[in-house]
């Protein structure tokens, strides 16, 4: 086959794996082996077909009558989101959110090694967050080619992400995993995930109103009848 | 309508609405009058039905053979995500973290005003974080009690974050956003919402990886031909 018929599948489905992965672990950790994409569907929150139809991108996992084997589609989901291979990220970025992002030790837990921090203020270039070195921003290429660095997490301000882009854009690096609240652009060959703190808030908003909100709606519904 | 009978929405679908709110948001940008459930499924990721079910849980929205009024979806999605009134939130913690979100201007853009910060570091309290306050960990129930607090970040290390919870619990907050990396509980009248930030990572990773897996995927369809 070749390489321009490779399918691609959509973000959407993209972001909803790690959702799989969390919660086929916590499946794991009951001890159930098998579920039903009805069951699968129901913890997760979407309908039976979108399960299936999600899982169905990435192979033939399920069993008609059977459902799904939970470790094996645990495991076979670790593999896709590539958390079976080491990776190694630096920090562009050791004002305050990059420092706190360098303390955050769960990233290495799952094989996402921080191997630096980067910054152009020479009053934090030499020190230390934890055990890990802040080097200066003016190194960044050298070391990331060096290292065979494959993700760098942006924590610059907004003005600054796209310069730091620019730069690394010259560089071997992946991904870019992208805190500076602004869109950033790079090479093709490079993958860009923002984080979205917002929807986490928006989500957090809503629960608070939805008891107030509920109760209109069923003042509607009652009216209705 | 007893309010026991009042249905209540799958967290599923609730941290799907910002996803709605700001692809509608980026339509009306763009002077789009009118959307499809196809179309917006296309744009999110989702199925039609998924859709078309998803905006059901909050009213009749979308009329058969003219779609959804983009600007009229907007504006109700907004409201039921709390977005037209305003929230005053406290960030417990002002280290690394806590510095970082309390520099962040897209909260109050959104209608979250920050109020103030809480620590129990002598050096820091009495400090200010942009034109924030930075008070003393023991004042934090009467000043969210009288400045009608309604939400409280939590950004201290994972073994102090309990402690928080509990400690906000004794308030009248009702929504706790937690940075902390560990599943905090509070009373029933209090929202807790988490922030996974591995899930975006992971999301990257597998982004990253994406071609190798398609390949081989691939591959293995063109051997059972």
Redesign the interface.
């Known amino acids: ?1 070749a ?1 321009d ?11 909803r ?3 799989y ?2 919660c086929l672990g916590e499946l794991l950790q009951k001890n159930v082996e098998r579920i039903s994409s009805q069951e699968l569907g129901r913890i ?4 039976a ?2 399960v299936r ?1 999600d899982l169905n991108n ?2 033939e996992f399920g069993q008609q009558g059977y459902g799904y084997n939970v470790k094996q589609l645990y495991n076979e989901i670790a593999k ?4 079976n291979t080491e ?1 190694k990220m630096v920090i562009v970025g050791a ?3 990059g ?2 992002l360098a ?2 030790t ?2 290495e837990r ?1 094989g ?1 090694k921080i191997m630096a921090l980067f910054d152009i203020d020479p009053k934090i270039v030499g020190s230390k967050v934890r055990d890990i070195p802040v080097y200066d921003m003016k190194d960044i290429i050298y070391f990331v080619n060096e290292n065979e660095i ?2 760098a997490v942006i924590a610059v301000p907004r003005e600054r992400a796209q310069e730091v882009v620019d730069i690394l854009s010259k560089t071997l690096i ?2 870019i ?1 992208n805190f500076a ?1 602004v869109e950033v652009k790079a090479g093709s060959n490079i ?1 860009i ?1 923002n ?17 107030k ?3 209109r ?6 009216k209705k009848r």
């Open positions: 086959m390489p018929e490779i399918k691609r599948i959509s973000l959407a489905v993209i972001r794996l790690p959702k992965h969390k997760l929150g979407f309908t077909s979108q139809q990435f192979g896709i989101l590539g958390l990776h004002g305050k959110l420092q706190a303390g955050y769960d990233f799952h996402f494959d993700i992946k991904g995993w609240p993958i995930e984080v979205h703190l917002l929807d986490s808030l928006f989500t957090l908003s809503y629960r608070m109103n939805e008891s909100w509920m109760e709606l069923a003042r509607k519904d009652g």
